[in-house]
């Protein structure tokens, strides 16, 4: 069964995790110009830029007609690529980076990112009230110049099942994949750049498909949150996927 | 430059989303902090507008900015000057400066406007803070030892450069001194006058026991200087009553380097230091205008019989009428 979600509005909590999305300086180049591809973290599509640092990247690709090729850049530079113009998907995978947080905080932040099975299994494991450590990953991708989507074998996996740029109205299946299987009741959220408070949620099926009824001009921000127990820590990847659906 | 700096302070590499942003905190003298946030202009205006639904300059956004930015000093939260200033390259430069409470041990430092990872350089030591947390205590910084001996070598310069090359009123007035007579007894006795008269109204002008304008004190300055220079045309040596006006200029140039040693202003710190380095180079400029006109024509002509109508009566004669210009000048500016 496939749930859907209307538009919620949801409070940002000044604790809950910063999204990390990838932002071409043009979604729509000339065929063959140079596309700065710019890395962000941040909330409601408010970043901050994060420079190339070889020793995060584990992928940092871009998959066109021509086929893979690693997004080449300037070491400590923002914007962290370029790419040639053209319809592509853009993926970066980051290296984890290792956090701390207060046991109350991260549960918080939990629920906030609608992983409600980390906080019940935290309770299992009876560490609810302990400091948490965690390790996370980007799995960011991004399509340009019109591109369908396209799996790049990141571990967790948001694929617009068809091209968000050629809906014509029509909601937008979204298919989330951990290391290569359908993940089951993960929350994917969707929002715009220009009215970023109103979030578009539905939870994946046991297909890991989810549909999102998406109506709007200007950039797109989807995103999910997959956290999985690593001995006494715990791993979570971010999975995001950008595009703009104009005005052409 | 920020890798190389995490390299640097050997911090685990793997860690953090490094942005662009550096805080970097200094103690400029004792009892007084600036701190400079060093980011990218666009994505700080992007989040202030956002919050504060109007776009403006940097500058409009005050009050929002400093509600998510947060410097305690022993727990007591300051509110620092905030300039702001952007620069051709798309940065930002914030500086948060002020004084804090008197003896206070340690500061901690808030900016929740990133959400990355950013370096606080904090005199040696370089801590590593994630947008929006809150620092641990960390240690205020005691300006360097050596920062006495700066304080005196920078106002010694300073009260040397009054004299020569930019005060050329005192320089004149110096000379007048010097032209009366050949004596060094003459001199000595002028130059010791001068000396402790404006070092006394220095001192007290600095303290603030005394207090006469500018437009008072600078046109007695040039009559002071234009009565010695006349008073040479018709006097050749050294009469009792020379000295005791001598001392009487002398206070009014004391209140005159007390007013542009107010506008250098004074290290609070080192307030004593910073007076003396200056009164000792403003002797130090007069006995280099002295020795340089001593060597210039005292030592080989002064004993001749044209010295005085030569050197003695034209140069007096010069500085009396850029003395009684300048008078004019003053008086009417």
Same mark, same amino acid.
């Given at each position: 069964m496939i749930r859907m979600a209307g538009v919620l509005a949801v409070v940002p909590l000044a604790l809950a995790g910063h999204d990390m999305w990838i932002e071409p @300086? %043009?979604?729509?180049?000339? %065929?063959?110009q140079a596309v700065a591809v710019k890395l962000r973290v941040g909330q409601e599509l408010l970043g901050d830029p994060i420079p190339r640092d070889a020793r995060m990247i584990r992928e940092f690709v871009v998959v066109d007609a021509a086929g893979r090729q690693t997004v080449t850049g300037r070491e400590g530079r923002d914007p962290a690529g370029y790419v040639l113009g053209g319809a592509s998907v853009i993926g970066y995978w980051s290296h984890p980076t290792a956090v701390e947080m207060e046991a109350d905080k991260f549960t918080a932040y939990l629920k906030e990112e609608g992983l409600e099975a980390v906080v019940a299994a935290r309770e299992r494991r009876q560490e609810s009230g302990k400091k948490a450590r965690e390790r996370f990953s980007r799995c960011a991708k991004s399509l340009v110049a019109g591109a369908g989507d396209r799996v790049l074998g990141f571990p967790l996996e948001l694929l617009a099942e068809r091209n968000p740029h050629k809906l014509g109205g029509a909601a937008l299946p979204m298919r989330l994949t951990y290391e290569n299987r359908p993940l089951a009741g993960a929350l994917v959220v969707a929002f715009n !750049?220009? !009215?970023? @408070?109103?979030k578009v949620t539905a939870r994946t099926d046991k297909n890991g498909r989810a549909v999102l009824s998406i109506k709007g001009d200007g950039m797109w921000l989807v995103k999910a949150v997959h956290m999985v127990p690593a001995g006494e820590e715990w791993a979570s990847f971010w999975a995001s996927l950008t595009f703009d659906l104009g005005p052409k | 430059m920020l890798l190389r700096l995490l390299l640097a302070t050997g911090?685990?590499? $793997?860690a953090h989303e490094i942005g662009t942003t550096r805080a970097t905190v200094q103690f400029?003298?004792?009892?007084t902090y600036a701190l400079e946030i060093e980011t990218d202009a666009a994505p700080l205006l992007e989040k202030l507008a956002a919050r504060t639904g109007r776009t403006g300059?940097? $500058?409009?956004y005050d009050a929002a900015f400093r509600g998510k930015v947060a410097l305690t000093f022993d727990g007591v939260e300051m509110r620092p000057g905030i300039a702001y200033e952007l620069s051709a390259d798309g940065g930002a430069k914030v500086r948060l400066t002020g004084a804090h409470p008197a003896g206070a041990k340690t500061f901690t430092f808030q900016f929740g406007w990133i959400f990355t990872t950013y370096p606080l350089q904090a005199g040696g030591q370089t801590v590593w803070l994630e947008g929006g947390q809150v620092s641990a205590p960390l240690a205020v910084g005691v300006p360097p030892p050596a920062s006495r001996w700066r304080v005196a070598w920078r106002y010694l310069a300073l009260g040397f450069t009054h004299i020569v090359p930019y005060g050329l009123d005192h320089v004149l007035f110096v000379l007048g001194i010097y032209l009366l007579s050949n004596k060094a007894r003459s001199v000595l006795l002028q130059v010791t006058a001068f000396t402790v008269a404006h070092s006394i109204t220095l001192g007290l002008s600095m303290y603030g026991v005394l207090r006469v304008p500018a437009s008072v004190v600078e046109p007695l300055i040039a009559v002071s200087i234009a009565y010695v220079a006349i008073e040479n045309l018709f006097l050749s040596e050294l009469k009792p009553w020379r000295v005791g006006l001598v001392f009487g200029f002398g206070l009014l140039h004391g209140m005159g380097f007390a007013g542009v040693l107010t506008e250098l202003g004074l290290p609070r710190g080192e307030f004593v230091t910073a007076l003396l380095a200056f009164n000792l180079g403003v002797e130090s400029g007069q006995l280099a205008v002295i020795g340089a006109a001593f060597l210039l024509v005292g030592w080989h002509y002064a004993d001749r019989t044209w010295y005085r109508s030569r050197v003695v009566i034209p140069a007096s004669l010069l500085i009396a009428c850029t003395a009684i210009y300048w008078t004019v000048e003053r008086v009417a500016g």
């Open positions: @300086a %043009t979604f729509r180049p000339v %065929t063959g !750049r220009q !009215r970023p @408070a109103e | 911090m685990s590499v $793997a400029p003298e004792v009892g300059e940097l $500058a409009s």
